[in-house]
């Protein structure tokens, strides 16, 4: 079974420009999270899908950041514009449902690396 | 809000020495458990996971962890580690009924040849 495929690995931008990861989840993973992991820190969520609605978005910084997952599947997170402390991994990670009680693990993809200079 | 605490940096461990990486939560409910492992520019890979029944609970490459419902902990523990354990370790908790997963700062685990 094919993982989680993140693209690009690394970026490295400065302040002010644009840049978006794209993400496939592994197939049948109805659930798609982007997470953003800090030097240091643990993964914070971002956003969280499930097919191509927006469950919880409460801690995207909704004025630079966006994210979309047209048709359900792939996945795109947008930052524009970028700021210094942007600086960080961004992970996508997806779920199979298993029921109501969310009990499932996540599988995540290898990360793109963001350096805004 | 669920969160985690994993109040050591580092843990470094001989080769063949028990290894102990320690983790405390809080939720307001019942807590679904998880731990993940990270090897240097990779993504996290699941470990094991403690959703109900017995405490102790069995997953990937030997690690094991118990959960202590009075404590409020999960420690992830393996007998005897390997150098090719050194990796950062997440702990994470996703209270019941509430779908975010919130992670712990992480820990390094050294293994020492």
């Known amino acids: 079974e094919a993982g989680v495929a993140q693209s690009p690995r690394y970026k490295i931008i400065e302040k002010r420009q644009s840049v978006a990861f794209w993400c496939n989840p592994i197939?049948?993973?109805?659930?798609l999270y982007w997470y953003q992991q800090i030097l240091g820190q643990g993964p914070k969520l971002l956003i969280q899908?499930?097919?191509?609605?927006?469950?919880?978005d409460s801690q995207l910084p909704k004025d630079r950041f966006s994210a979309e997952r047209l048709k359900g599947v792939d996945s795109t997170l947008k930052i524009q514009p970028a700021k210094l402390e942007d600086s960080a991994v961004y992970l996508c990670?997806?779920?199979?449902?298993?029921?109501?009680?969310?009990?499932?693990?996540?599988?995540f993809g290898e990360g793109s690396r963001l350096t805004v200079l | 809000a669920q969160s985690v605490a994993q109040p050591e940096d580092q843990v470094n461990v001989a080769e063949g020495n028990p290894l102990t990486v320690k983790c405390t939560y809080s939720?307001?409910?019942?807590?679904?458990l998880f731990w993940y492992v990270q090897y240097p520019n990779r993504g996290l890979q699941f470990l094991l996971k403690?959703?109900?029944?017995?405490?102790l609970v069995k997953g990937s490459y030997g690690f094991e962890a118990e959960f202590n419902k009075s404590q409020t902990s999960f420690h992830l523990k393996k007998p005897s580690a390997l150098v090719s354990d050194s990796a950062l370790y997440f702990c994470?908790?996703?209270?019941?009924?509430?779908?975010?997963?919130?992670f712990g700062k992480g820990n390094q685990v050294v293994v020492i040849p």
């Open positions: 899908f499930q097919n191509n609605g927006v469950v919880d």
């Open positions: 197939s049948g993973h109805a659930t």
């Open positions: 990670a997806s779920r199979r449902i298993q029921g109501a009680q969310n009990t499932g693990e996540l599988f």
């Open positions: 939720v307001s409910g019942n807590p679904y």
């Open positions: 403690y959703i109900t029944g017995d405490n």
């Open positions: 994470a908790v996703r209270d019941y009924g509430n779908n975010r997963l919130a």
